[in-house]
């Protein structure tokens, strides 16, 4: 089993939907969780970080985290064109080495 | 502040060549790490240096190595190159050490190195 699990996708939205991206990760132990953008072409890039249960929120952004679940989510409210990319989950099990996902690609259909 | 910077940005190989790579993190961080990113796997992890030590290793073959400098800055050397290690290389640095300042030890990415293996 991976460490991180996430749906390919293609996920199509369209604009000014709320965008929905999920993510499960195996350990328990895990500790801090990770939602990054990456353009196509380009490098990945952090939208935001959690590492309490709960609900973090950043703009049109909210990440939702369920430890007991071992679920990680990523809302994305008025879905605009410009969020059509790739989105990376990553979990930190211990240390400092991070685990990712395999991304899902989200497109945003004007 | 500078990013990260990645170095050579594009580069043409041959199987059985060998290539290094480098990366300067940013400022004031000392943990550097790797990875190859393929359509069909995703970011794999390659290996992650702090303070000069190796902390972390991935599944790759011993053909991939790297180290790191007194100033952060890091190398990785591909040796006796496949056509399977044409990939993006990417390196991400972070503060490294614990417990983290902002609350998280949050990877920042460079750009990246393109290596096209022929």
């Known amino acids: 089993q991976k460490e991180v699990e996430q749906n390919s996708g293609p996920l199509s939205v369209p604009e000014g939907a709320i965008a929905s991206l999920n993510c499960t990760y195996s350990?328990?132990?895990?500790?801090?969780f990770f939602w990054y953008r990456q353009y196509s072409g380009k490098s990945p890039e952090l939208i935001m970080f959690?590492?309490?249960?709960g609900d973090k929120e950043d703009g049109r952004f909210t990440a939702q985290l369920n430890k007991a679940s071992q679920y990680v989510s990523l809302l994305i409210r008025d879905s605009q064109p410009s969020d059509s990319a790739t989105y990376l989950c990553?979990?930190?099990?211990?240390?400092?080495?991070?685990?990712f996902g395999t991304g899902t690609s989200l497109t945003v259909i004007p | 502040k500078a990013g990260v910077t990645q170095t050579p940005r594009y580069l043409i190989k041959t199987r059985g060549q060998q290539v290094t790579l480098s990366c300067s993190p940013i400022?004031?961080?000392?943990?550097v790490s790797w990875y190859q990113q393929t359509p069909g796997q995703g970011l794999q992890f390659l290996f992650e240096?702090?303070?000069?030590?190796?902390?972390n290793k991935g599944n790759f073959p011993g053909r991939f190595s790297g180290r790191q400098f007194s100033n952060s800055r890091s190398e990785m050397n591909v040796s006796t190159l496949e056509l399977g290690d044409s990939a993006l290389y990417l390196c991400?640095?972070?503060?490294?050490?614990?417990?983290?300042?902002?609350?998280?030890?949050?990877?920042?990415f460079g750009a990246g190195s393109r290596l096209t293996v022929l």
């Open positions: 991400a640095s972070s503060w490294g050490g614990l417990p983290p300042p902002s609350g998280a030890n949050v990877l920042t």
């Open positions: 350990d328990r132990g895990s500790q801090s």
């Open positions: 959690i590492y309490s249960n």
């Open positions: 990553a979990v930190i099990i211990s240390g400092n080495q991070f685990y």
């Open positions: 400022s004031g961080h000392r943990s």
């Open positions: 240096y702090f303070s000069e030590t190796q902390r």
